[in-house]
C-alpha cells in the first residue's frame, strides 16, 4: 500500500516538474519579445541594428534606412499665374505689337494702278513741219533725208503731245526736174522718224507740199542759143513757104518768132522747195510716245 501511494505520489510529482517546466518554456518568447522590442525614446545603437538585421522581415519594412532616396522625382508644379493687375505696363522704348485687324485692312486694300507712262497719237492725225534748208530737185535725189521742224502742237491720249520745235526726219521719194517744162517737175516726202528731247519715234505715214519755186534749169547763155537756133531755123522755113520776095522775108519773120517761141516752150526746170517751206504729215500709223515728267 506504501509502495502504491509512493508511486502515485512519484507520478504525481513528475506531471507537475512536467507542468512546471512547459509553463516556463510558454513564457520565454514572450519576454523574449518584449527585450527585442526597441523604445520609442532610445536613439538606435549599433548593437540594435545588426539585431533588426537579424529580426524578420516585417521587422525591416517598418524600419526603412534613412539614406533610402526615391525612385522618382516628383513633378515640378505649374507656375502660378499672376493676377492681372500685376502685369507690368510696356515701357516707352518697347514697341506695342501691330494689331491684326490693321495688318488684315491693310493686307485686304486692293493695289493702286500705276499711272500711264505712254500716250498715243492716233492714225489720220496731221502734223505740220517746216523744211530748215531749201531743197530742189537738182540738189537732192531719191533717198536723201532732211530734217523739218514741228510748227504746230500735236495733242495725243494721256496728256502726250508732239510740241512745237520737236524735229522730224523727212526721206526724198521723189525728185525730177521738169523736161521741157513746168508740168513734169516731182519732189516728194515721206516721214520717217520723230525725235522729242532725247526720245525717237519712228513715224509711218504720207506728206504733201504746196507750190515749188521754179527754176530755169538751163543758164542764160544757153537759154538764149536754144532760142536763136529755133528762130533761124523758123526763118528758112518761112522763106521756103513764101512764093515772093515779100512773102519770104515776111515768112522768115514769122518762122523766127515762131521758132523762138518754140526754143522758149521746151526750157527745162527744177522745183525746190523753200526754206520754211510747210509740209503736211499724215500719220497712217498710231504714234505712241513717252509721256514727259
Given at each position: 500500500m506504501c509502495t502504491l501511494i509512493r508511486t502515485t505520489v512519484v507520478s504525481l510529482a513528475l506531471i507537475a516538474v512536467a507542468a512546471a517546466c512547459k509553463e516556463s518554456d510558454d513564457a520565454t518568447p514572450a519576454s523574449r519579445q518584449v527585450e527585442l522590442a526597441p523604445s520609442a525614446a532610445a536613439q538606435p545603437q549599433l548593437a540594435d541594428t545588426a539585431q533588426k538585421v537579424a529580426s524578420p522581415a516585417a521587422d525591416l519594412e517598418a524600419a526603412p534606412s534613412p539614406t533610402t532616396k526615391p525612385a522618382t522625382k516628383p513633378a515640378p508644379k505649374s507656375p502660378t499665374p499672376k493676377p492681372a493687375s500685376a502685369v507690368q505696363p510696356a515701357s516707352a522704348s518697347t514697341p506695342a505689337p501691330s494689331a491684326a485687324p490693321a495688318v488684315s485692312a491693310l493686307s485686304a486694300a486692293p493695289a493702286r494702278a500705276a499711272a500711264?507712262?505712254?500716250?498715243?497719237?492716233?492714225?489720220?492725225?496731221?502734223?505740220?513741219?517746216?523744211?530748215?534748208?531749201?531743197?530742189?530737185?537738182?540738189?537732192?535725189?531719191?533717198?536723201?533725208?532732211?530734217?523739218a521742224t514741228v510748227s504746230a502742237v500735236a495733242r495725243g491720249s494721256n496728256g502726250v503731245e508732239v510740241p512745237t520745235g520737236a524735229t522730224m526726219t523727212l526721206r526724198v521719194t521723189e525728185a525730177a526736174r521738169g523736161e521741157n517744162g513746168k508740168e513734169s517737175i516731182r519732189l516728194a516726202f515721206a516721214p520717217v522718224s520723230g525725235t522729242i528731247g532725247d526720245a525717237t519715234y519712228d513715224v509711218t505715214?504720207?506728206?504733201?507740199?504746196?507750190?515749188?519755186?521754179?527754176?530755169?534749169?538751163?543758164?542764160t547763155g544757153d537759154q538764149v542759143k536754144k532760142v536763136a537756133v529755133g528762130a533761124a531755123i523758123g526763118a528758112i522755113a518761112g522763106k521756103l513757104l513764101?512764093?515772093?520776095?515779100?512773102?519770104a522775108v515776111i515768112g522768115g519773120v514769122v518762122?523766127?518768132?515762131?521758132?523762138?517761141?518754140?526754143?522758149?516752150?521746151?526750157?527745162?526746170?527744177?522745183?525746190?522747195l523753200p526754206q520754211g517751206g510747210r509740209v503736211n504729215v499724215t500719220l497712217s500709223q498710231p504714234l505712241t510716245l513717252l509721256k514727259t515728267p
Open positions: 500711264p507712262t505712254t500716250g498715243t497719237i492716233a492714225a489720220g492725225a496731221a502734223i505740220g513741219v517746216a523744211a530748215t534748208a531749201r531743197v530742189c530737185t537738182n540738189t537732192y535725189k531719191v533717198g536723201d533725208k532732211i530734217t505715214g504720207t506728206a504733201s507740199h504746196g507750190d515749188l519755186e521754179t527754176v530755169a534749169a538751163q543758164t513764101g512764093r515772093k520776095n515779100k512773102d518762122g523766127a518768132a515762131a521758132g523762138g517761141a518754140v526754143a522758149a516752150g521746151t526750157t527745162d526746170w527744177n522745183g525746190c
